[in-house]
């Protein structure tokens, strides 16, 4: 059940990375420093949130899975 839970939460904080990497580079360039690429400044501010996103819904999953592991598992 856990490697279940951890593998959709990384599935799901990488698609949103993605989709936020791609926003960043389209619609936020502008607000990167000056000497800075769009590019670059897209994936250093997105990563940074992703990965403290993927962090904290981890420790979150593992929390859920000790505390109520019935949740996650089917029913009979």
């Known amino acids: 059940a856990l490697s279940l839970a951890?593998?959709?939460a990384i599935l799901a904080t990488?698609?949103?990375?993605v989709w936020h990497?791609?926003?960043?580079?389209?619609?936020w360039a502008?607000?990167?420093p000056k000497g800075m690429?769009?590019?670059?400044?897209?994936?250093?501010?997105n990563g940074t949130a992703g990965l403290l996103?993927?962090?904290f819904v981890?420790?979150?999953i593992i929390i859920l899975v000790?505390?109520?592991?019935?949740?996650?598992?089917?029913?009979k």
């Open 53 to 55: 996103t993927l962090f």
């Open 58 to 60: 981890v420790i979150s």
């Open 37 to 45: 690429s769009a590019t670059l400044y897209s994936l250093s501010v």
């Open 14 to 17: 990488f698609v949103r990375y």
């Open 6 to 8: 951890l593998s959709g």
């Open 66 to 75: 000790i505390s109520y592991p019935s949740f996650f598992l089917p029913k």
């Open 30 to 32: 502008s607000y990167a």
């Open 21 to 27: 990497y791609i926003a960043g580079v389209i619609f």
